[in-house]
């Protein structure tokens, strides 16, 4: 059964215009995290929430954003999508901060997005 | 600043063994894990290792020097369904957020 699923799988949105993808989680986790993987490159976390307390990486664009109006579900808005924002968005959960053995990082199968 | 590195890609036999290497250079350091990605799929978690030694499972080792900053995952009996990305990722020291600094990953490549 899935755990972190992300929807959709592929979005194709066009130059500028806003998008929002999707998260959500059966695994009743407090933390869940956005990450952006170019192709060939390490995934790059852009910012994750604990409960409702939202912490943005420093070198996030403002063009990113992120909503979690509740436990299972979280959002990321790009609010004017440009070329260079192609990439996968990997959405992940951990239990807590305390990442071990049993408490890892469980990761979403990901949306592929496609700037036209 | 920080760093982790990996081989851009490695290329092995069906039933043969790999070792895919990560050095890592952080502020500080609370642990270090191995993730599994095939191509378009999500990452999975495969080992931890937060002290000095061989942690195995299975048919896959993960291995870590903390003074040397050194790690390396160890694949055995190889199969084709292995042929996937291998990230390293690093948990900082200096993190109280659960946040892994991840490599570029390793591209392997199981030939027959």
């Known amino acids: 059964d899935a755990m972190v699923i992300q929807n959709p799988r592929y979005q194709v949105t066009q130059f500028g215009k806003p998008v929002t993808l999707s998260c959500s989680q059966t695994?009743?986790?407090?933390?869940m995290y956005w990450y952006q993987q170019k192709s060939s490159q390490a995934p790059k976390l852009l910012f994750h929430?604990?409960?409702?307390?939202?912490?943005n990486e420093a070198d996030t664009p403002d063009n990113f954003q992120s909503r979690r109006p509740n436990t299972s579900f979280c959002f990321l808005d790009i609010r004017s999508p440009g070329l260079g924002d192609a990439a996968m968005y990997l959405c992940?959960?951990?239990?807590?901060?305390?990442?071990?053995?049993?408490?890892?990082?469980?990761f979403g199968p990901g949306t592929r997005l496609l700037v036209l | 600043g920080q760093n982790i590195d990996q081989p851009t890609e490695m290329t092995a036999t069906e039933g043969a063994i790999v070792q895919i290497n990560c050095t890592y250079q952080?502020?500080?350091?609370?642990?270090l894990f191995w993730y599994q990605q095939h191509a378009g799929e999500a990452p999975t978690f495969l080992s931890y290792?937060?002290?000095?030694g061989l942690e195995e499972k299975g048919r896959f080792s993960s291995f870590l020097s903390r003074s040397k900053g050194y790690s390396y995952l160890l694949l055995k009996e190889l199969q084709m369904k292995d042929s996937a990305s291998y990230l390293c990722?690093?948990?900082?020291?200096?993190?109280?957020?659960?946040?892994?600094?991840f490599g570029q990953g390793t591209t392997l490549q199981v030939k027959p």
């Open positions: 992940a959960t951990s239990r807590s901060y305390r990442l071990a053995q049993q408490e890892t990082q469980y």
């Open positions: 695994l009743n986790h407090n933390v």
């Open positions: 929430y604990y409960d409702k307390d939202f912490n």
């Open positions: 952080t502020s500080g350091f609370n642990g």
């Open positions: 290792n937060v002290l000095d």
């Open positions: 990722a690093v948990m900082e020291g200096s993190s109280n957020t659960g946040k892994l600094i």
